[in-house]
């Protein structure tokens, strides 16, 4: 089977991720300076224009005179130049006329675009008068030297780039180490379960594991609970087996080589009752609390357990009732639930005079489960005393004092709830609730 690392997994996405942002950071910012670059040399083309269109005012008629200004600028700024007054044409040194001349001949003033086999240029057109002579200006500069500048700067953004994007993985890979270390705290935790060193796990997670250390707690206190019950059903069948036993023993050690029809009845009486107490008691050994993905189809086993016990009883009347539907399913484990039902039918078989009656329904809080029986019921103060171990009210009727008290500890294991009140059919009525 194929085990995905959830550390490799996260990493495999989170780095590759972080490299296309950080690439579509960069060419976002090449883009970003190269439009800066382009505007910020049309603004200062555009303002040496102006410079140059003054310049041609102040010495126009001596175009010689302006030429020679404007040269003289041309070494400051670095930057070509080229106009037409009326119909005649005046260059920069070092320009290229063949490409400068077409832009003279047009007079739409703004940015162009100027291209030779030597270079590549930018410039500003604008267009004036000089006493009454149309003139057309055209200030350029070479683009290479600008862009060789831009370039170094996006190479150097590409380099920080690049360290920064070994840096973003590194504390990527920290960060998804720190987010899963609770992962192997847990596990190390687990160790220490087997081990014997701990026994919860500790709740103190981040938000997203709470949810499974609860859980997990939570079968471990079942677990617990079943471990208890068990001890606690071996010393009950310990009590249980203890006189029977002895009685038989002490009648079995006698001097006596005959025995007499008396004794072999009274060994025999208990000899069933200790045959029927191992049974009951081995049984019960089995009832340990809710189990993981168990439900129960509780109306198909409340009719089961109905009927049983009804042979068990019969002179007496046992009827049962249900909101539910035949194959409704409910999260209890079949034995715990078994369990409950056949001690409360029992007990009310003993009790009752004639009738006992079961129901199962749903509510908004769990299921619900009432047993009622018409006996001679029970006061209010001895209730709470009937569902502690090895309290029996009446010696005369056989038992152990058990089923009530088993009976409560299941229905604990489940967090539900176990009432006893008085029935309205006059005897004892137990409800019982199984939460959601």
């Known amino acids: 089977m194929f085990r995905r690392s959830i550390r490799l997994g996260l990493l495999a996405w989170l780095m590759p991720l972080s490299f296309f942002v950080m690439l579509a950071v960069w060419l976002g910012h090449g883009v970003l300076l190269e439009q800066l670059s382009r505007d910020l040399r049309q603004e200062k083309l555009a303002q040496e224009s102006i410079q140059l269109q003054n310049l041609l005012t102040q010495s126009y008629p001596d175009i010689a005179r ?64 000089i ?14 030297p600008k862009l060789a500048g831009w370039e170094r700067v996006h190479v150097s953004i590409a380099v920080l780039s690049v360290l920064l994007l070994i840096v973003l993985c590194g504390l990527i890979f920290l960060a998804v180490h720190l987010a899963l270390s609770p992962v192997s705290r847990v596990r190390n935790e687990l160790a220490d379960l ?14 997203e594991f709470s949810g499974l250390v609860t859980e997990f707690n939570r079968l471990l206190e079942i677990l617990d609970a079943r471990l208890e019950r068990s001890r606690r059903t071996t010393a009950n069948l310990s009590h249980s087996v203890k006189t029977p036993l002895a009685s038989v023993l002490a ?3 006698t001097d006596s080589s005959h025995i007499s029809g008396d ?14 107490t191992l049974d009951s008691q081995m049984r019960r050994g089995d009832v340990s609390g809710p189990q993981v993905s168990r439900s129960t189809q509780v109306v198909v086993l409340a009719q089961d357990l109905l009927d ?16 539910l539907d035949v194959q409704f399913r409910w999260p209890v484990d079949e034995q715990d639930f078994s369990e409950v039902i056949g001690n409360l039918l029992e007990n009310a078989g003993k009790w009752s005079l004639s009738v006992v009656d079961l129901r199962l ?4 809080e769990g299921l619900t489960l009432e047993v009622n029986d018409d006996g001679p019921g029970i006061q209010e103060d001895d209730r709470k005393r009937l569902l502690e171990r090895w309290v029996r009210l009446d010696e005369q009727v056989d038992g152990y004092g058990l089923g009530l008290s088993i009976v409560k500890e299941i229905v604990d294991g489940y967090g539900g709830q ?13 409800d019982i609730l199984f939460p959601r």
């Open 308 to 323: 049983l016990v009804s042979r068990m009883f019969p002179q007496k009347q046992f009827r049962f009732s249900s909101t």
């Open 361 to 364: 329904s749903e509510s908004a």
């Open 418 to 430: 176990i009432e006893l009140l008085e029935s309205s059919l006059g005897g004892l009525q137990v």
């Open 131 to 144: 006493d009454g002579q149309p003139v057309v200006l055209v200030v350029a500069e070479t683009q290479i």
């Open 66 to 129: 302006a030429v020679k200004d404007v040269e003289q600028l041309e070494l400051i700024f670095q930057h070509a130049f080229a106009f037409k007054v009326g119909q005649q044409p005046f260059f920069s040194a070092g320009i290229d006329k063949d490409v400068m001349t077409p832009l003279l001949s047009e007079k739409t003033p703004g940015v162009v675009y100027m291209k030779s086999r030597q270079q590549s240029l930018i410039g500003y057109r604008r267009t004036f008068l």
């Open 251 to 253: 009648i079995l050690e």
């Open 263 to 276: 004794d072999r009845i009274y060994m025999a009486t208990q000899l069933k009752s200790l045959h029927k």
């Open 194 to 207: 087997h081990s014997g060193r701990r026994t919860r796990l500790h709740d103190a997670v981040p938000q």
